[in-house]
């Protein structure tokens, strides 16, 4: 194992520093880590890359294979996509040799440098923010190891050689494949610094023909996902959770199940009950013939009618924490002209991926522990692992498998899926590897969902028709509150709960965002987008109904509230002239805009609904607009914006998670209906071209489409729906 050290240099606030990783001995492999600020948090990238050959983050192997080691989890959201395309525009290599792997366990090579670089982790639309720099580096420095070991085995100058396609090769008679010179190329020091390709000579960042190159397992049914897995003496577990969140073991009798062939054990887990059989079938079986008795004494025995109602009377009084306070909203309030407002009500939502949550764990014989899963956050599983499992975080390897979706579920700060994983595993010893799967039931059930809220909103005119002041006070449960993030809350405001309305770009003299963060015992967590899902929802159904209260068309009302934010205007105008606002529509067609900024990125949708009368209507049409910086991969934030859209208009249409007496209503897609096919509408993607380093595209497209409809339906019926979802309260 050959380790190297960059030169270290002092740490600069507008500059990155990164440390090499390790090159294997039998090939290539190169990385780079952001150099900690906190020197207790700045591990030794060699000592700990020592530890696991595969701390890198581009391989070349003897076999001319080119493996890139991905710092970020891929989930369908392309992110093994794009950080491909920035190791391959420095490369060269050739596409047909490439396979992405994720990488965990060392968190100098693999933390997310959007968050500081402290802990791994994809979320927040950060993959290639996070990427951009170092995964171009990497590649850049592989290229120039390879290029070097040929100028040396040719004897020729290194600037003669020319590198295309994965070939490397000077005039006309002296060529090798990477794999040719991966074992050279490992023995040469790795360089201090790297020139990274001019934008105007990429071929593959930017590139509108590049298609991802994992379709195709995708398509034909080979890819491999935690579901699939299969090893010697696999079994499955499922799992009884508790009717109730809050809710607990108190006895159980599992005579009956261990008396069924096939079942192997029945042990209990920190949250529920693990029925273990040799296959699903058995083990689903075996689960229905457990008797369990639940302490219910700290479970939620509330419903959602009774939660909803305790918001709304909260939303009437004081806020107890403010997040945005510009002037006096209060003042300026008593003294407009005219005044609109409001209350907006917004249920619980499931993230309802297509994949339910699994994972697969082994204890081995020497004490080591082996978890395949979809490990959106590694350091933590890696951590709750080691600690279920008895041992230290060291001794806990990481398969990090691709997912089938996630939308923000498989960020847990309690690691749930591998708690139990391991718990069941470490409860049938050493050897025996099970997977934890859970059924629809359990994933619809099992809570960590997006918080409901409820917003009242207030606005003020002046005889002019510009908004004077806006106060808006929202009501919910905190995200990070009671996580190992609960830090972050300042001041009694949780940023997940607030954003989109406490950075809200419109000129507005006198604001004021106020916070209640509210007490209730049902698990939260982050869905696609988080406090965007509804505070985008709010401020531009709002902004549209005091454009009509202005007597204002609703594109140029917010244009009028945009100087200081030219980014915003543009994909503002640019929907707007893609879309043909100004053009007259057929009669029983509506036209509706919204304009969010989310994790950086600036997104603008406008949409076309037939209205019909009550609530029948068809969202036919979506023009998006999107500034997300430099475009990695054109025909992947094309398709993030169409499966964005799609997976919000589900969410703003129809989709409602209740509870009755604590009881979660819902089980499975025939009553948790997320959006169905032939409710898609044709959908166009604009992408703003831009020179600013990229921003996430994975969750921006999902805010604005509610809005938009809303506002086309306003459009169509005069009314401001504000109480979701749409169809089922269109009539109210």
């Known amino acids: 194992m050959l380790q190297f050290r960059m030169k270290k240099e002092a740490v600069q606030p507008t500059r990155r520093q990164f440390l090499i990783g390790t090159a294997a001995a039998a090939g290539l492999a190169v990385g780079y880590r952001l150099i900690a600020a906190d020197p207790a948090l700045a591990q030794s990238a060699p000592a700990a890359a020592a530890a696991n050959p595969f701390q890198a983050y581009v391989e070349v192997t003897p076999d001319n294979k080119v493996i890139i080691h991905s710092s970020q989890f891929e989930m369908g959201q392309g992110s093994y996509f794009g950080i491909a395309t920035l190791v391959m525009e420095e490369l060269d290599g050739d596409w047909a040799q490439v396979d992405v792997i994720g990488g965990a366990g060392n968190t100098a090579l693999y933390g997310n440098l959007a968050w500081g670089g402290f802990m791994q982790g994809t979320g927040g639309s950060t993959s290639m923010t996070s990427s ?10 592989a290229r120039t190891m390879l290029v070097a070991a040929a100028a040396k085995n040719w004897n020729v100058p290194a600037g003669e050689i020319t590198v295309a396609g994965g070939v490397v090769s000077h005039g006309t008679d002296k060529r090798a494949t ?16 790297v020139e990274l390709k001019p934008r105007e000579k990429w071929t593959q960042i930017g590139s509108d023909s590049l298609k991802r190159y994992d379709s195709h397992g995708k398509t034909n049914g080979t890819q491999t996902y935690t579901i699939d897995l299969k090893m010697d003496g696999l079994v499955t577990a499922v799992m009884i959770h508790p009717p109730k969140f809050g809710a607990e073991v108190e006895s159980f009798d599992a005579a009956k199940a261990k008396a069924l062939d096939g079942v192997v054990d029945v042990v209990q887990t920190p949250r529920g009950i693990a029925v273990v059989g040799t296959n699903m079938w058995t083990a689903m079986k075996g689960r229905d013939l457990v008797e369990v008795k639940w302490n219910e004494a700290k479970a939620e025995n509330r419903g959602t009618a009774e939660i909803m109602a305790e918001y709304n009377k909260a939303a009437d009084g004081p806020g107890k924490a403010t997040a945005r306070n510009d002037g006096d909203a209060a003042g300026a309030l008593a003294s407009a002209a005219k005044v609109v407002e409001g209350h907006y009500e917004f249920p619980y939502l499931v993230h309802a991926s297509i994949e339910p949550l699994n994972a697969v764990a082994r204890v081995n014989e020497d004490g080591t522990i082996d978890v395949w899963g979809g490990h959106q956050m590694p350091d933590i599983y890696q951590a709750a692992a080691a600690q279920v499992g008895g041992t230290t975080p060291d001794k806990v ?68 028709g510009k908004i004077v002041a806006l106060q808006d006070h929202i009501v919910g449960q905190s995200i990070l509150g009671g996580s190992p993030m609960a830090a972050m809350i300042k001041d009694g405001v949780d940023a997940t709960s607030v954003e989109g309305a406490s950075n809200l770009p419109y000129a507005i003299p006198n604001m004021k965002i106020e916070l209640t963060t509210t007490d209730v015992n049902i698990p939260v967590l982050w869905w696609r987008s988080v406090g965007s899902t509804h505070t985008a929802y709010v401020m531009e159904t709002f902004i549209d109904e005091l454009a009509a209260a202005a007597n204002r068309d609703p594109v140029e009302f917010r244009l009028s509230m945009l100087g200081d934010h030219p980014r915003h205007a543009a994909v503002l105008k640019l929907a707007a002239e893609k879309a043909e606002w100004d053009k007259p529509l057929p009669e029983g067609r509506f036209r509706g805009v919204a304009l969010h900024e989310s994790f950086s990125t600036f997104v603008a949708e406008v949409v076309e609904i037939t209205y019909k009368g009550g609530s029948d209507f068809t969202v036919d049409r979506v023009v998006c607009a999107v500034d997300c910086g430099t475009a990695i991969n054109p025909d992947q934030i094309r398709a993030q914006m169409e499966g964005g859209i799609g997976f919000g208009l589900g969410a703003i249409l129809q989709e409602e998670l209740t509870l009755t007496g604590g009881v979660v209503d819902q089980e499975n897609y025939d009553t948790y209906t997320p959006l169905r096919i032939d409710q898609m509408p044709r959908i166009e ?30 459009a169509a019926t005069g009314k401001t729906i504000r109480k979701l979802p749409l169809i089922k309260n269109l009539s109210a």
């Open 132 to 141: 951009w720099e170092r995964y171009r580096k990497a590649g850049a420095a």
């Open 685 to 714: 993607v604009h992408i703003v071209p831009s020179t600013e380093p990229p921003t996430g595209v994975g969750e921006p497209g999902v805010p604005p489409i509610g809005p938009a409809v809303g506002n086309a339906l306003r």
């Open 178 to 193: 990477f794999g040719e010179l991966a074992q050279a190329a490992s023995a040469l020091p790795v360089p201090d610094n």
């Open 397 to 464: 390897k990481l398969h990090v498998m691709k997912t089938g979706g996630s939308f923000g579920r498989r960020a847990v700060s309690d690691a749930d899926l591998v708690v139990e994983a391991v718990a069941t595993a470490k409860a049938l010893g050493p050897g025996k590897p099970v997977k934890v799967q859970w059924t629809r039931e359990n994933d619809m059930r099992g809570g960590r969902y997006r918080p409901a809220y409820v917003h009242a909103i207030k606005a003020g005119l002046d005889k002019d």
